[in-house]
């Protein structure tokens, strides 16, 4: 059982997609991109995913794919 990581995709498109391209996060992480997720201000100011329904940002790309694998180290040791 993987986490889940929901992504908009207007966050995808401005740079964000980097997330989708991961192999780390394809292989440890169900990744859903959705049209909008009513977060436009939050999209229009940084990159965002939502892991497990919590918010994880990054002033870049890459930044933004760093927190996300701390997130999945986090979650798959919590979960066992």
Sequence with gaps: MNPLIECCEQNLAKGAELLLS???IEENGD???Y???NECVLCAQTYFVLFEGERI???TPEELVDNTKKAIILWQEEMG
Excluded: A, K, L, N
């Design 35 to 37: 049209s909008c997720m």
């Design 22 to 24: 991961d192999p780390f």
């Design 31 to 33: 990744v859903i991109s």
């Design 57 to 59: 940002t990054g002033t």
